[in-house]
C-alpha cells in the first residue's frame, strides 16, 4: 500500500545517497593469529593464590549475599550434609571477595586469586560483642565456631584440585585475614590449617624441629622490632616500618597466629610466634614467583 503511494506520487527513495555519505566497513582483516611458529617459554598462570573465607551468616543469607549484592566468590560451600560445591563465579572471571590488602607482594588480588566461601557464622553469638568494651583487644580461640567435618573435606579436595590446576605455592594458599589482617579474622581460629597440610598436603606448614631450633629465648630477647618485621615481610605479609608494635602491626601478628598459632592468637609477639615464622621462612626462603 506504502509502496503504491510513492509511485503514484512520482517518489523514489534515495538509497544511493545515503550508502556514499559513510565510510565502507572492512570485512576482511589484514593479518591471521600464528599461535603455532613460535611460543615463548616465560609464561605461568595469571592464577597465583587461593584465599580462603567464612561468610559470617547462614546457608540462606550466604547464597542472598554472594549471588545478588557487589561481593562474590568463585565457590561456596554450605554446610549441608551433601556432596555439591557451588561454583558461583566462572574461574576466569574475577569474583569479588578480596578487597584491599595484598600478599607475597601482590596486590588487588581479586585479579590473580580463587576465593572459596565457606558457611560459617564465625564468632559464636555470645562473643559477639567480646571486644566492644575494650577489655579484649583479640578473640580468642574459644570465641570461634568450629568448621563440619565435611565442609573441611570438600574445601581440601577443591584446594588440591584448584592447587593442581594452576600449580599454586603453597604460601599462597592463604586466608582472608592473612591478605587484609586490619580488616578481617576469616577464616578464624578455628579453621584447621595444619590439618590441610598434613592430611591433605595443602598449603604450608613448619617442620617442628626447625621451630625447636628457634625457640632460643637469647635470639628472640635480642631481635629488633624492624628485624622481626621484617621476617612477616619475607614470608608474604604486608606490615608497616613503624619501629613499634602499633595496632596495624599487632593485627598482623594476630592474623599469622590465626594462621599457624590458633590455640593461642593473642596480637602480641613472643618466643614460640618468632620461631613458628623463622621455621616457616626457612622452610619457604625464596618461593615468592614475582614474574
Ligand atoms: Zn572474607
Known sequence: MVKNIFLAFGLTLPLIGC????????????????????????????????????????????????????????????????????????????????????????????????????????????????????????????????????????????????????DISPKNIIGHSDMAPSRKIDPGAKFPWQQLYKQYGIGAWYDDADKLAFMDINAFATATIPEIKQQFRDYGYQINNSDEWDKASRDVIYAFQLHFRPLNPTGEIDLETYAILKALNKKYANTNDFY
Do not use: C, M
Open 19 to 166: 550508502v556514499t555519505t559513510t565510510s565502507p566497513v572492512a570485512t576482511t582483516k589484514s593479518y591471521i593469529v600464528d599461535s603455532k611458529t613460535y611460543q615463548a617459554t616465560g609464561k605461568s598462570e595469571r592464577i597465583k593464590t587461593i584465599v580462603l573465607h567464612y561468610t559470617v551468616s547462614d546457608n540462606d543469607r550466604s547464597i542472598n549475599t554472594l549471588t545478588t549484592g557487589k561481593v562474590s566468590a568463585h565457590y561456596l560451600i554450605l554446610d549441608n550434609d551433601d556432596d555439591k560445591i557451588y561454583n558461583l563465579v566462572p574461574e576466569n572471571e574475577r569474583a569479588w571477595h578480596a578487597g584491599d590488602g595484598g600478599f607475597a607482594g601482590r596486590t588487588i588480588l581479586n585479579d590473580t586469586s580463587i576465593g572459596i566461601e565457606i558457611v560459617n557464622a564465625g564468632i559464636a553469638p555470645e562473643y559477639q560483642n567480646a571486644l566492644k568494651d575494650g577489655q579484649l583487644a583479640y578473640h580468642p580461640y574459644d570465641h570461634y565456631l568450629a568448621f563440619d567435618e565435611l565442609q573441611i573435606k570438600k574445601v581440601a579436595e577443591l584446594v588440591q584440585d584448584i592447587t593442581a590446576r594452576y
